[in-house]
Structure formats: structure tokens, C-alpha cells
């Protein structure tokens, strides 16, 4: 059972990027998926979520610039970002619980990735 992220880099302010969530190991289709980050020295912050049946959530940093969709047919959950800002730079992670967002408790998520690393700067 895995997750593995994939999609950070470097961009600059005003930018986008789409991160990727791919499952391997099992499958996503009853899975909520979340994004959360950690930025150095912060606590883990969640950011947008969605459900099984594909309702999303987002957290106020994230709310209209942000959007989280999934595609069960490729097991994947992605995150594209828009309107990127510095203080987005952060380590962006995945996880799965089952059917439901748990908002925003890092906790109730049962498998996490490993992260991928988004920086914003000029």
C-alpha cells in the first residue's frame, strides 16, 4: 500500500502547479483523499480534501485558487494550484481514509506519501 506524490518544483510567484496523488497497492475508489503541507519550523496543515463521491473542501489559504479533482480510472487524486504565492513553499503530502474528509486532522488519515516539495520564489 502506497502513495506517492509527484508534480512539485520551483516556480514563481503567480505561477501554478498540478500536483498528483497515485495510489499503488490498492485503489482509491472509496477512499477521501487530502492535501496537506508543512512548511519549515509550522505544524501540518491541511488544505483541501475529497470525498469518495468527489465533494471538496478547501481551507481558507487554498479557497479560489486552488482545485482538487480525482481520477479513479487512474487511481490518482491531483491538485492543481494557481496564483501561486511564497508563502505556499511548503512540503505538500497525500493521504487516504476511508469515504469521508477528516477536516483537518492530519490524524485521521491511515496511509500518507511521502511528500513532494513545492517552492515559490522569484
Known amino acids: 500500500v502506497q502513495l506517492v506524490e509527484s508534480g512539485g518544483g520551483l516556480v514563481q510567484p503567480g505561477g501554478s502547479l498540478r500536483l498528483s496523488c497515485a495510489a499503488s497497492?490498492?485503489?482509491?475508489?472509496?477512499?477521501?483523499i487530502g492535501w496537506f503541507r508543512q512548511a519549515p519550523g509550522k505544524v501540518r496543515e491541511g488544505i483541501s480534501c475529497i470525498t469518495k463521491f468527489g465533494t471538496s473542501y478547501y481551507a481558507d489559504s487554498a479557497k479560489g485558487r486552488f482545485a482538487i479533482s480525482r481520477d479513479n480510472s487512474k487511481n490518482t487524486v491531483h491538485l492543481q494550484m494557481n496564483s501561486l504565492k511564497p508563502e505556499d513553499t511548503a512540503v505538500y503530502y497525500c493521504?487516504?481514509?476511508?469515504?469521508?474528509?477528516?477536516?483537518?486532522?492530519?490524524?485521521?488519515?491511515?496511509?500518507w506519501g511521502q511528500g513532494t516539495q513545492v517552492t515559490v520564489s522569484s
Open positions: 497497492g490498492f485503489t482509491l475508489d472509496n477512499d477521501a
Open positions: 493521504a487516504a481514509r476511508p469515504i469521508f474528509c477528516s477536516l483537518w486532522r492530519a490524524d485521521g488519515y491511515d496511509y
